[in-house]
């Protein structure tokens, strides 16, 4: 439905109703086939950001294994205790992803200063950044959107997503952004 109602790029993750998760092994494989790119979600539960040494490892098992089935990219994210994002475990995370799409999702919602974060995102080669600019959604975050598509200055896509609609989306263009994020599932 995705691709015939114009998606140029779909975002795979099941249990959207969580958040979105890493999508199972036969929903990757289907979705490699779709004619669009696909990033698939790695995230092994829901809750918070802050990954064990043991999802993390969980994580670079589901990277290669999205690698495998020939989908685009990957969307992560990784957060310390204090919301800032877990550089390291990032570093681990992107390695594992060389040469893929690279997504930070909503993790950077969460953090204390967005702007850190998005020169953050830059200096480890991410490619998009998925926010509703720290609100619970991107219509009340706009201020803060507008604010990181300037300061991203073609660096990196700033790309709102959280409560998108049709009746919406034309005040979010008008931000700068290229580039939407949204569930479609009304």
């Known amino acids: 439905q995705a691709v015939a109602g114009g998606a140029d790029r779909i975002e ?7 958040g979105g998760l ?20 790695i995230r092994p539960r829901a809750g918070d950001f802050v990954w064990s040494e043991a999802e993390v490892a969980m994580m670079e098992v589901e990277i290669a294994a999205v690698r495998g089935a020939g989908l685009a990219g990957v969307v992560l994210g990784a957060s310390r205790p204090d919301g800032r994002l877990d550089l390291p475990v990032l570093r681990r995370l992107v390695a594992a992803a060389e040469g893929m799409e690279l997504v930070l999702h909503r993790a950077i919602d969460l953090t204390p200063d967005m702007g850190a974060a998005l020169e ?10 998925l ?18 598509v300037r300061q991203a200055a073609g660096r990196i896509t700033v790309m709102p997503g959280s409560g ?7 005040q979010l263009k008008a931000l700068g952004i290229t580039e939407i994020h949204a569930s479609c599932s009304a």
């Open 12 to 18: 795979l993750c099941a249990a959207l109703a969580l």
């Open 22 to 41: 890493t999508p199972s092994a036969g929903l990757i494989a289907v979705a490699a086939t779709c004619g669009v790119p696909v990033v698939a979600m």
């Open 120 to 129: 953050e995102a830059v200096s480890l080669s991410f490619h998009r950044i």
């Open 131 to 148: 926010t509703s600019g720290g609100e619970v959604t991107a219509e009340k975050g706009a201020a803060r959107i507008a604010a990181l």
């Open 164 to 170: 998108v609609t049709s009746a919406n989306a034309p």
